[in-house]
């Protein structure tokens, strides 16, 4: 991806129901904060990974209980 000069602004929800955990986020530019579509987003040491839709949001889910970081490109 480009030079990424943007922020990744993450509105985290966190939902803890049956063992089953969620994010959701929206990814916007740094400078102009529109919403940037196409960006994959990994859970690392997982399987779980989705992408960003045309308003910048995404949503992943069935992420297992732990601590995780995020990777986005």
């Known amino acids: ?4 000069l943007m922020a990744l602004v993450m509105c985290l929800s966190i939902n803890i129901a049956q063992a089953q ?3 959701k986020s929206t ?3 740094k400078g102009s904060k ?4 196409g960006v994959t987003v ?5 399987s779980v990974t989705g992408q960003t ?3 910048g ?3 992943l889910t069935n992420i297992p209980n732990g601590t995780f970081e995020l ?3």
């Open 27 to 29: 990814v916007i530019d």
């Open 34 to 37: 529109a919403p940037i579509s």
């Open 42 to 46: 990994k859970v690392l040491n997982t």
């Open 57 to 59: 949001t995404l949503q």
């Open 53 to 55: 839709g045309a308003s």
């Open 1 to 4: 991806m480009k030079n990424i």
């Open 71 to 73: 990777q986005f490109s």
């Open 21 to 23: 955990n969620s994010v």
